[in-house]
């Protein structure tokens, strides 16, 4: 008799060509409709149901009504993080698709990952905070220091309340396009927030319907990257 998890039902329902494409675009942490989330597969309404029903009983996918509406959503981080490490070994073992697009140069300088900064922006972020001796290295990945508890305060993030959290307080997480890590967790989405809030940083405009992970750095924001770095 088999015991533990059966891992071949999951990998089967992340390895169809269109339901690899609807969780990816949910990769942007934004919720999406099935009429949108079709556009985004090439695939009909009919088809794309179907692929929606099957990821939602896996527990891959949430989904919330509001009005005549449904929006579908990654179900939590893990899927996410599972996503991020599919991406990362398909693109160490070469199965990229080529496209020769203006925004690819500006999706690996910096995007999101879930809701993180990733990217050569994000990476260089990390390891600047574990360099200033911000974060050191932890038995389970990263830890918090108290000088970094200092800087995050300074900044305008209470790690006092991010440690109430059940989500890990902070994690590296292995880049796919760097190769190195970048700072993931709690404290990861709470900094790509604060980024956010303060005008420093923005997503990209939506293409087709689509929202874009692409984080772009206004001037202000780039000054205070330079100073943080």
């Not at 088999?2 to 494409?21: E, F, N, Q, T, V």
């Not at 989330?37 to 009983?57: E, F, N, R």
């Not at 929006?71 to 990229?96: H, I, P």
Request: with cysteine; proline share 4%; aromatic share 4%.
């Amino acid at each position: 008799m088999k015991d533990g998890p059966h891992i071949a039902r999951i990998a089967a329902l992340i390895g169809d060509s269109a339901r690899a494409d609807v969780l990816t675009a949910l990769m942007s942490d934004r919720a999406l409709t099935a009429t949108e989330l079709a556009a985004v597969a090439g695939v009909t309404k009919q088809t794309i149901s179907a692929h929606l029903a099957k990821l939602l009983d896996a527990g891959l996918l949430a989904v919330e009504q509001q009005g005549r509406h449904r929006y579908f959503r990654l179900a939590n981080a893990d899927v996410a993080q599972l996503l991020e490490s599919l991406m990362n070994v398909a693109f160490r073992s070469g199965a990229v698709r080529v496209r020769s697009s203006p925004r690819e140069p500006a999706l690996r300088r910096a995007r999101m990952c879930y809701d993180h900064l990733a990217g050569e922006v994000g990476v260089q972020l990390y390891e600047a905070l574990v360099r200033q001796g911000l974060l050191q290295p932890a038995p389970d990945g990263v830890a918090l220091t108290p000088a970094g508890t200092t800087w995050f305060t300074q900044v305008g993030i209470d790690t006092a309340a991010l440690q109430q959290q059940r989500r890990m307080l902070c994690r590296p997480c292995l880049d796919w396009s760097e190769r190195r890590h970048h700072l993931g967790g709690a404290l990861g989405a709470a900094l790509l927030q604060r980024l956010l809030d303060g005008g420093w940083a923005r997503r990209a405009p939506a293409t087709q319907g689509t929202p874009s992970r692409v984080v772009q750095f206004t001037p202000k924001g780039e000054l205070a990257l330079r100073d943080w770095l």
